[in-house]
């Protein structure tokens, strides 16, 4: 059981590339979440996914985009990068996002935008 | 909107010395309050998950309590160790989604 994983766990982009994070998770849960963590901001929610081919946003979704193709998996793509999307990356899941549910968090992908 | 503060927003102790890490929300009516751990470049280990209906939850020598009623749940460790050394966070789901807002953390050094 790997948990939750995320790929890469680090990447520099220059300003107005793309790229696209991964989030895999082998649990089985309905739920997945990407969250940012940046100095004296905490850990924000980006986008959130109750289930296969669902997708919603969360408090900060701008400049993001979101798939969830398969249940095991939960994308975050970059369209055009911006240096204030460098910050560092956390995917996370539940099984089934209510109330009584425990949250599982990947590694983090750290990323610079230049 | 629900906020989470999270005061001190650093501590050093000792080795050995029993502590408490506070937490505290704006919105009483939470369904679960989650304590994680973090290490530097890592990512969130969870600690304890405390659900609405219950006081106390212990794992080991941390022990985390509830009180809805006052917005609070406070983290317990005992007999700190230099192991002990990280960021911990607390958060609540903002609703039945799960969507988790945190508190900023309280980085913990325990020297020996």
């Known amino acids: 059981n790997a948990g939750v994983t995320q790929t890469p766990k680090f990447r520099v982009l220059k300003t107005g590339q793309s790229m696209t994070l991964l989030c895999a998770q082998d649990?089985?849960?309905?739920?997945m979440y990407w969250y940012r963590q940046d100095p004296g901001m905490g850990l924000r929610l980006i986008h959130y996914?109750?289930?296969?081919?669902?997708?919603a946003k969360g408090e900060v979704p701008d400049g993001y985009n979101v798939s969830r193709l398969k249940k095991q998996n939960f994308l975050l793509g970059l369209e055009s990068a911006a240096p204030s999307q460098t910050s560092v990356y956390f995917c996370?899941?539940?099984?089934?996002?209510?109330?009584?549910?425990?949250?599982?968090f990947g590694p983090g992908t750290r990323l610079t935008v230049t | 909107k629900q906020e989470v503060t999270q005061i001190p927003a650093a501590l050093s102790v000792p080795e050995g010395e029993n502590l408490v890490l506070n937490c505290s929300f704006t919105?009483?009516?939470?369904?679960?309050l989650q304590w994680f751990r973090q290490d530097p470049g890592k990512g969130l280990t969870s600690l304890l998950l405390?659900?609405?209906?219950?006081r106390e939850q212990t794992s080991g020598r941390l022990n985390a309590s509830l009180d809805k009623s006052s917005g609070r749940s406070t983290l317990y460790i005992a007999a700190s160790q230099p192991g002990d050394s990280a960021t911990y966070l607390c958060?609540?789901?903002?609703?039945?989604?799960?969507?988790?807002?945190f508190g900023q953390g309280t980085t913990l050094q325990v020297k020996p």
């Open positions: 919105d009483s009516a939470i369904y679960n």
């Open positions: 996914s109750v289930g296969e081919g669902t997708t």
């Open positions: 405390i659900q609405s209906s219950q």
């Open positions: 649990m089985n849960h309905e739920y």
């Open positions: 996370a899941s539940s099984y089934l996002g209510s109330s009584n549910d425990e949250q599982y």
């Open positions: 958060a609540v789901p903002s609703s039945n989604t799960g969507k988790l807002i």
